[in-house]
């Protein structure tokens, strides 16, 4: 029968998560009309929740777009970033990388500043960028996926702000995992998706858009369609999407959002991946030769990125995913574009731990564990 053959890994990639069995089973709710009576007993909830787990930022309104992340991110781009707009993106890996991206491609002008791999935003070098290039907005990633480093989103969108700029963030592998601080830091938009610290699956970029947004959209033209926020707002307002959802993720949602804020608390969640990097943190004291990747204080609760001795190789860390998955896990052998740079330059890679959404401290403990052995089969 078909499925048969689909193994049920335990997921310990930084995205898609390890679903919690409550979810799949949400899976089976019944599906409904998005311009019905029903669509609200979903979005009402979602939406309130959403607000929640982001601290209720004051002038903030979620909208969901169909898509991932990638989908909010250009969202932002195409609604925020006029053409007589200069866009910087400062990018600390691959998914800063990819906010250039979406601006080039979008026709915008723009201009990158990057950090090397395992580095934070520097306050000195934006500084510098900001008062070089001047720009009108400035894109950043509150924690990057590539390299297991979050940013100071506070004081990133303060700087970014006193020289006269409008900061847009993509909290994609962070939302739901560590506090979004959008109160504090008033980005003009914040940016994330359902399948990494909120325990879903793939399907919906989640934008928190502030009143300032909407005015500045107001002034860009050629927003597009899907990627317009105002018109994507006059359906967020009435709890809808502008486009048909996937309904099943939308029960999976309602049901997830609920059990984050009102069974396992918003507070505990933060607090457990917290402690899920405390255990990551302190297995690589226990492991010979390997050292953790990402510059210290700025070091992930969601994903650990942790540098291998110089014996091990890309192919070997295929191997240890291999070797993982006879024990029924999926293991992480690191960003692919990072790893080639490393190789190139003679180093050994690295390779990440994803511990968001809903695995347990217990559950990452026993994974260090059998990776741990796994490892120190290598030399
Ligand atoms: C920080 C970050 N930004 C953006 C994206 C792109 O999101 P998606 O794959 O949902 O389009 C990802 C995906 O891993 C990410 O980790």
């Known amino acids: 029968m078909i499925g048969d053959d689909f193994v049920d890994l335990k997921l310990f990639i930084t995205g898609p998560i390890l679903l919690r069995e409550e979810v799949r089973r949400a899976g089976l709710l019944p599906e409904f009309g998005h311009r019905d009576s029903e669509n609200p007993k979903r979005f009402e909830p979602i939406m309130r929740n959403l607000l929640a787990i982001a601290g209720n930022p004051k002038g903030y309104t979620p909208i969901i777009f169909n898509g991932s992340g990638t989908n909010v991110l250009e969202a932002s781009i195409r609604s925020l970033v006029s053409d007589s707009d200069k866009v910087l993106n400062v990018s600390v890996g691959a998914f800063g990388d990819l906010y250039h ?37 400035v894109t950043f990633t509150h924690n ?32 739901g995992g560590a506090p979004s ?18 325990g879903l699956p793939a399907g919906f970029g989640i934008g928190f858009v502030s009143e300032e947004a909407m005015e500045k959209a107001a002034t860009v033209e050629n927003r597009g369609y899907t990627t317009d926020i105002i018109a994507q707002m006059g359906k967020a307002k009435i709890n809808q999407t502008l486009t048909t959802p996937n309904g099943t993720l939308a029960n999976q949602m309602c049901v997830q959002l609920d059990y984050i804020v009102n069974s396992e608390t918003v507070a505990g969640r933060f607090k457990r991946h917290e402690d899920m990097r405390t255990i990551a943190h302190k297995w690589s004291e226990i492991m010979d030769g390997y050292e953790l990747f990402a510059q210290e204080g700025f070091r992930s609760p969601s994903l650990t990125t942790f540098k291998t001795p110089s014996y091990m190789t890309i192919d070997k860390l295929k191997e240890v995913k291999e070797l993982m998955r006879e024990h029924g896990y999926l293991f992480d052998p690191g960003y692919g574009k990072i790893n080639k740079e490393l190789a190139d330059q003679g180093e050994s890679p690295i390779f990440r731990v994803g511990h968001m959404a809903d695995i347990m401290p217990e559950m990452l403990t026993e994974y260090l564990e059998v990776l741990g052995e796994v490892l120190n089969t290598f030399n």
């Not at 002008?109 to 500084?127: C, P, R, S, T, Y």
């Not at 830091?185 to 994330?192: F, G, R, S, V």
Request: with cysteine; net charge negative.
């Open 144 to 175: 990057e996926t590539a390299t297991g480093v979050i940013n100071d989103v506070v004081q990133v969108c303060e700087l970014i702000r006193a020289n006269g700029a409008l900061p847009i963030v993509d909290g994609v592998s962070i939302f």
């Open 181 to 198: 601080m959008i109160s504090e830091a008033k980005p003009l938009m914040y940016c994330t998706s359902t399948q990494k610290s909120l």
């Open 101 to 137: 991206t979406l601006a080039v491609v979008n026709g915008k002008n723009a201009v990158q500043l990057k950090f090397a791999h395992g580095k934070a935003i520097d306050m000195q070098e934006l500084e510098v960028a900001l008062k070089e290039h001047k720009p009108d907005v």
